[in-house]
């Protein structure tokens, strides 16, 4: 009777179930009662083992495999132990008992595989995978290691093509999980985190899918390819992947998951780094600090010694930017050391025409510009908030033998160029391979690297190559407007935007604020949160100016100022003036975080300003 506390039948039942649902702990509690019951039974024994092991309660995994003494069960006991090791990060341990199993056996090939992944050799990982799937044929989570591999040597490719196949098998194999099935607007019944999802490796193929397009930095991609599971079912990874690729859109839910995700054991190994990584970008340095000095136990295991000397640099910015800089500078010591080494491993392996070992040394140059290039922008930024665009200069100078053709490095040149207000030819230089790059596609290009550019050239008398540029720009927009009518772009709107505030900074108020008006036009497509910033930038000089006596407006222009206020206060209602930071305790008043409330509060100084509410 399932009534019966101690009835067998009852408790085998319940841990089963406990265990097809991942609440592990409580399954391990039913088989240590079935083993107190029925000490005879080995199976119990076995099942109790692996409940403890999959609730990552490692060290009582380990004793409970010692209680199992039949040789019948001596090779489930050595894979069992070995998977314990492993999760422990006992390697060499885990290695050891591998070895002790058959070698005829897949699992082993599969294991072997596994400790070399994780020992970073990702090649041999990939052949003992594939060896280990000739012998047993197509399994999903096998092929999703091989996808893996491939990934981890930034072999995109192949590693698409497996995750392709795990795909393509789940939709046909398993059409009750609706994978691809869904349609806008309707919801689609979740399937729930079950056995049958887990063994079709179809979330860790999304999941990869998504690693892989974040990369190749392709913005089209959704992370909700798979609608199947629920949100209060998503596994940990997929958490953790939403957390980041949203993190633009909606960053205190990312903050959100990542801090519930830090709360869990086990977590996503990348989750600690990536947390700390993002309270710097968005200048919560106390949180990082606090974070680092809560979790001591958490830094030696999932920070690498380079991303904990960055983070603590970059932790140090807030308080004592002289020390950070110094910090930088050490840390960029020794990555353009090593950058210099490589490059001549590189030549030799040439000279001595090795392919392999170019390979070898170009990826490991690669990875060690892609760790030397976060350094050096963090260093320069130092000066940049302090508007010593000279310094900022410098320091990109000094980095041009590694760095100049790398795409971050050149924008950021292109910027501090710009910025110096007297070096526009010299910015036009790094902004125009930027932008002919993508001139197919010219609004996959950055808003303001394309405004930039447009100063640029009118700032060098070049205004026909700006006109051109507006004009290509503008031809986009309408097809774009054509095939989605709804979509809203501000490319052009931007553009405009900052000449006017060009002409605005240099005392043409008439025709700078003229252009800031027409480029919000059609408001209900242009007025936006980053497009109101820079039109009221521009307006607020204008009334500072016209307070302080040092400029006349003609009648007609005020008139065009108050009726472009009045519009942006008909469309603006529902667009935020300030996009508040994402864990900020004080919030704003919401009535008066609009661009409504700030076209009113405008408008009202230029009537006092300019004597009409008299």
């Not at 076209?599 to 300003?609: D, G, H, N, T």
Request: a negative charge; charged letters at 25%.
């Amino acid at each position: 009777s399932i009534t019966n506390p101690v009835s067998r039948a009852a408790l085998s039942l319940l841990a089963y179930c406990y265990f097809q649902i991942q609440e592990f702990s409580n399954a391990a509690d039913c088989y240590e009662q079935l083993i107190q019951i029925h000490p005879e039974v080995d199976d119990y024994k076995l099942y109790h083992a692996q409940s403890l092991y999959k609730a990552c309660m490692y060290s009582e995994a380990m004793k409970a495999t010692f209680l199992i003494d039949n040789p019948a069960y001596q090779t489930k006991v050595l894979k069992l132990q070995a998977a314990i090791k492993y999760g422990e990060e006992d390697l060499s341990g885990a290695k050891s008992l591998v070895e002790q199993q058959p070698s005829e056996d897949p699992d082993t090939e599969i294991n072997l595989g596994c400790l070399l992944y994780k020992e970073g050799h990702y090649e041999d990982a990939c052949k003992k995978f594939t060896t280990a799937m000739q012998v047993v044929g197509y399994k999903p989570d096998l092929t999703y290691n091989i996808a893996l591999c491939y990934y981890s040597m930034k072999q995109y490719a192949p590693a698409l093509k497996y995750i392709a196949e795990i795909i393509e098998r789940g939709i046909r194999e398993h059409p009750e999980l609706s994978v691809g099935m869904t349609t806008e607007g309707i919801d689609v019944r979740s399937v729930g985190n079950t056995l049958v999802l887990h063994e079709t490796a179809l979330i860790e193929a999304f999941n990869l899918k998504g690693a892989i397009e974040y990369q190749l930095k392709n913005c089209k991609f959704r992370t909700n390819l798979l609608h199947c599971v629920s949100l209060q079912e998503l596994d940990p990874v997929t958490l953790h992947n939403q957390a980041l690729m949203n993190m633009d859109s909606k960053p205190t839910e990312g903050f959100e998951k990542l801090q519930f995700l830090l709360q869990q054991n086990p977590f996503p190994p990348e989750t600690f780094g990536n947390l700390l990584l993002l309270y710097c970008k968005y200048e919560y340095f106390d949180l990082a600090a606090d974070v680092l000095a809560e979790n001591a136990h958490l830094t030696y295991k999932f920070l690498t010694p380079y991303l904990y000397e960055f983070l603590d640099a970059m932790i140090t910015c807030q308080t004592a930017p002289e020390e950070a800089f110094r910090k930088f500078d050490e840390m960029a010591g020794k990555l353009t050391e090593q950058l210099r080494k490589l490059t001549k491993q590189v030549q030799e392996a040439r000279h001595n025409r090795d392919d392999e070992a170019v390979k070898k040394a170009v990826n490991e140059y690669d990875d060690a510009l892609e760790k030397y290039i976060p350094v050096l922008m963090a260093q320069a930024r130092i000066y940049w908030n302090l508007e010593n665009y000279q310094m900022v200069e410098k320091i990109f100078r000094k980095s041009v033998e590694f760095c100049n053709e790398h795409d971050v490095w050149k924008l950021n040149v292109a910027h501090v160029l710009f910025m110096q207000e007297n070096k526009y030819k010299e910015a036009i230089g790094f902004y125009e391979p930027i932008v002919k790059k993508h001139y197919d596609n010219i609004l996959n290009v950055s808003a303001i690297v394309l405004a930039n550019l447009c100063v640029s050239y009118i700032m060098t008398s070049q205004n026909e190559e700006a006109e051109e540029l507006m004009r290509k720009i503008e031809k986009e927009e309408e097809q774009v407007a054509y095939d989605d009518p709804e979509k809203k772009i501000y490319h052009l709107c931007i553009v405009n935007l900052v000449i006017g505030t060009l002409y605005c900074a240099k005392g043409n108020y008439e025709f700078g604020i003229s252009r800031v008006i027409k480029s919000l036009e059609p408001y209900n497509k242009k007025l936006g949160t980053d497009t109101w910033y820079y039109a009221k930038r521009c307006f607020l000089s204008l009334l500072e100016n016209m307070a302080k006596h040092m400029i006349m407006l003609r009648d007609t222009v005020v008139q065009e100022c108050i009726q472009f206020l009045e519009h942006c206060e008909i469309y603006g209602k529902n667009v935020l003036a300030v996009i508040e930071q994402p864990l900020e305790e004080q919030r704003l008043h919401t009535g008066r975080n609009t661009v409504t409330y700030q076209a009113r509060l405008l408008k009202s100084l230029i009537y006092e300003i300019i004597g009409w509410n008299q």
